[in-house]
């Protein structure tokens, strides 16, 4: 059964085909807040961001994509970024208008945030990691305080077998590495399944979710959050792994700067430090899975154009052999 959003499609291959930047404009109006006409399109590929100039002073324009979030959803996701606003906690939380943060025009839905002032984090500067990791702890206490009703759990399912069986049917993987592709990763979930067993229950909390550098601004108090659209329940460690990069002894000083300022505020379960590499096996298996369920939209080709490749399926398909090598030994960061 194909559901529908106000009448739209949601397998629609482009679901943002109308949405003009004078329609934009009238959103904006419609919701109240005077648009002078300067527009610029934000970077954005699941839904479609813009910042204007208002008399109210700038502002972000979050539209949807149609049927990736119900209502129920997208509410859960406003109403924690409102209670870590109230907490005083640095993220872009919605402006209600007539009560309401999920707002409508025409087919789209959407949301305005605040504008927020700031540059790309420079992680290397003194304390910044500690900073981070204060930040997220008290997001996390939060974030304990009680459960998502409607919004998902980070599951092998959702962002392991899912994203394969999403691959598979995609016909975008070449014949010659169908096979590969299909033991590889059938490899690698059994893997991750494996360990996730073996580190046995932790607490699932409110995440973050795709807490990555892409998704913070850092400003003169410290990082601020600006994208909680990924936000689900999930163990602590998934807003704080993918914080920390590079060599072995450069990765695991950073997580010791992160994890500092983490447990200043939070405390934290050392046996998730060893679901680190089945989360990264994980999230390798939904990005292509994402990619290749949005191919069909126009932005999805220009933005990675080399996912058509050989090569590129070649490279991924060893990179897959390679991340259940690595789950098998023990973890990088203590």
Known sequence: MINKVRGRNVMDPTPFAGLSPEVVLDAAVSAGFEADGRLLALNSYENRVYQLETAQGPLVLKFY??????????????????????????????????????????????????????????????????MLGRALARMHRLGAVRPFQHRPRLTIERFGHAARAAVLASGLLPDSLTERYAQASSLLLSRVEALMRDVGRVEEIRLHGDCHLGNLLWNEQGPVFVDLDDCMMGPRIQDLWMLCSGTPAGEQREWDELLTGYQQFGDFDFREVRLIEALRALRMLHHAGWVAQRWRDPAFPRAFPWFGEVRHWESYVTDLLEQSITIENQPLLQ
């Open 65 to 130: 994509r149609a049927g990736r979030w119900s209502d129920e959803q997208i509410g859960e996701e406003h109403a924690l970024t409102a209670e870590l606003a109230a907490a005083e906690l640095p993220v872009a939380a919605p402006f209600a208008v007539a009560g309401r943060t999920l707002l409508r025009y025409q087919d789209f839905r959407f949301a305005v945030f605040p504008w927020m002032r700031g540059r790309a984090p420079e992680l290397d500067q003194p304390e910044a990691r500690a």
